[in-house]
């Protein structure tokens, strides 16, 4: 918390300067902040760090979780790039490392201020952060990875499974407990079904599907330790009888597991002071669940924002209202297209890096994931 700010009701503001967009969340209990960095020109990663570990030390904040993407580390140097810009490692760190000759990168943190973080390890790995507010305790695991990656993919993905259930539980949460999960699959269109059939599996063992189903991202993603995945999630422990969370369902697609994906299209969190939606990785993706616009990048952005959209307003929100937002482009020829639709439409500025990945189907060009905090 800034020694010139005082606690008040809930409110955001928002900062922009060139490279990084810092969003505040002022609550009467604590401060958050959503940091997004990203290039100016051509500059190094190392340039994007150190601005993003100013805005961190600038607010006196403790780093929550972040999150790198399209960054390579083969020699470990951009990881030494960011311990030297923030004094050192503090929270979970998920890194996605494919490197492309585009300037198709850049990094979102989630900071805290006001409130004590405990630090989450796992095998000497810091893989989480745990803070608490007057309404309820906020878990945020990330860079899960399996200990061995020679082991079959559907092995390694049912052991990060079982490593997020121990965690939790360590820290006095269930899996009941989680609202969004994201998971980083290396060459993810060759076991991708496999995938979905290790969660399938564990979500009917602890009985998920009679509860919240998580909202998820699942798209590729290369990490530096070789495994097949790399994975995350956020779980939020109610204090008090004014803390849920629910489904909210897409106006223009069905629900994913209707048709074998193990994901809820968006889930909300109403805390007593403002509401939280997050919405999973979303495609071009017909109320069927085929996908739509094949072979046509810029229907299937048109498409994917509007499906996004809508279960935006559904809820009462709009784009004015996203916090942090990923774009998924399979070809990075086709990522300005993004900025293209956001300037034709006159949408608002908002918090988004773009990278390239696989998305979970050959034929799907674009996803896109929000999260979003409205406090009226």
Not at 51 to 76: H, L, M, T, W, Y
Not at 174 to 195: A, C, K, M, P, Q
Not at 345 to 363: G, K, Q, T, Y
Request: hydrophobic share 40%; with cysteine; glycine share 10%.
């Amino acid at each position: 918390m800034r020694n010139n700010e005082t606690k008040g009701a809930a409110n955001l503001q928002k900062s922009v300067s060139p490279g990084l967009e810092v969003i505040t969340l002022h609550r009467e209990s604590c401060y958050e902040y959503f940091i997004r960095s990203v290039p100016e020109g051509n500059e190094s990663a190392e340039a994007l760090f150190q601005r993003a570990a100013g805005a961190v030390r600038e607010r006196k904040a403790q780093i929550v979780s972040q999150e790198v993407f399209g960054i390579s580390d083969k020699d470990g140097s951009n990881m030494r790039a960011l311990k030297n810009a923030l004094g050192g490692i503090e929270g979970p760190v998920t890194w996605l490392e494919d490197e492309h000759n585009t300037n198709l990168y850049g990094t979102h943190l989630w900071a805290v201020s006001g409130t004590l973080v405990k630090r989450l390890e796992l095998g000497g790995r810091v893989v989480g952060s745990v803070f608490e507010d007057d309404h309820a305790q906020y878990c945020h695991l990330g860079g899960l990875l399996p200990k061995d990656a020679s082991r079959s993919r559907s092995e390694q993905a049912a052991e990060i499974f079982e490593q997020m259930d121990a965690v939790l539980q360590a820290n006095g949460m269930e899996f009941s407990h989680v609202l969004r999960t994201w998971f980083y699959n290396d060459n993810i269109l060759d076991w991708y079904g496999d995938f979905n059939k290790v969660r399938d599996g564990f979500f009917h063992k602890k009985r998920v599907y009679e509860g919240l189903v998580p909202a998820s991202t699942g798209v590729g993603g290369h990490n530096a330790a070789g495994t097949a995945l790399v994975s995350g999630l956020l779980a939020v422990k109610g204090k008090s009888e004014g803390v849920r969370a629910f489904v909210v369902r897409s106006p223009l697609q069905f629900p994913a597991v209707e048709y074998g994906s193990s994901f809820s299209r968006a889930v909300e969190l109403d805390l007593p002071d403002h509401r939280r939606l997050y919405v999973s990785g979303t495609a071009s993706v017909g109320p069927d669940g085929m996908t739509v616009h094949i072979g046509d990048p810029e229907s299937q952005v048109e498409l994917t924002m509007k499906v996004v959209y809508a279960i935006l307003e559904s809820r009462g929100m709009n784009w004015g209202d996203v916090t942090r937002a990923l774009a998924y482009f399979k070809n990075a020829k086709d990522a300005p297209i993004f900025e293209k639709y956001r300037t034709q439409n006159s949408l608002p500025r908002f918090p988004v890096v773009i990278v390239e990945n696989d998305v979970c189907r050959d034929e799907l060009l674009f996803e896109v994931e929000v999260d979003a905090i409205r406090t009226e």
